[in-house]
């Protein structure tokens, strides 16, 4: 009696773990779709699932251990071999819940590097955009102030030499930022 009311409460572990495994597999599979911010929370509910199911399996496990090793005397040794069959059963079980623990931590590191490879190319860009235009927000600065002795001002071409020189720093930037391969 013993024996099968412990087989039925390892199947119901079984079965729970297999639901575990295949919301771990849909998890995995909106990372790889569409990573977004609600994802964490499911990778946290996720293993808080997993370790509470470790928790409840692991006296079971602690006693099949100890009965498939002899160390119980009220079990005969007739039935040896049924409670090793339930012993393998549930350290299946355990090698999955940490197998599967891993695999969650794999999925938040996962999540965690493409959040960052994304950042990384917004901020790729703004610098990018930056490194063009302070140089010209710079020139543009100073040549907006309305003073009335800037020697520039009288020049004929003064005008046109700032435009070149601005055009020049932009272009400049840009053959710096390609050979540093910025983008």
């Known amino acids: 009696m013993l024996f099968l009311l412990i087989d039925a409460i390892i199947d119901q572990y079984l079965i729970s773990l297999e639901s575990l495994m295949l919301m771990s597999g849909k998890i995995e599979h909106e990372i790889m779709e569409n990573p977004h911010e609600e994802i964490v929370s499911h990778i946290l509910n996720q293993k808080r699932g997993v370790a509470d199911l470790r928790k409840i399996i692991n006296p079971l496990h602690d006693i099949l251990r100890q009965i498939s090793t002899d160390e119980m005397d009220f079990i005969n040794n007739d039935y040896t071999n049924y409670y090793n069959d339930l012993y ?43 490194t063009i235009f302070i140089p010209l927000t710079f020139l543009a600065g100073i040549y907006g102030m309305n003073f009335q002795h800037m020697p520039e001002l009288s020049w004929e071409w003064g005008y046109y030499g700032l435009l070149a020189i601005m055009f020049l720093l932009g272009v400049g930037m840009y053959i710096f930022m390609r050979r540093k391969r910025w983008f």
């Open 88 to 130: 393998d059963h549930i350290k299946v079980a355990v090698d999955h819940l940490d197998n599967q623990r891993e695999s969650l931590t794999q999925l938040m590191d996962f999540y965690m590097s493409r959040v960052s490879i994304q950042m990384n190319k917004v901020m790729q860009t703004l610098t990018i955009i930056a």
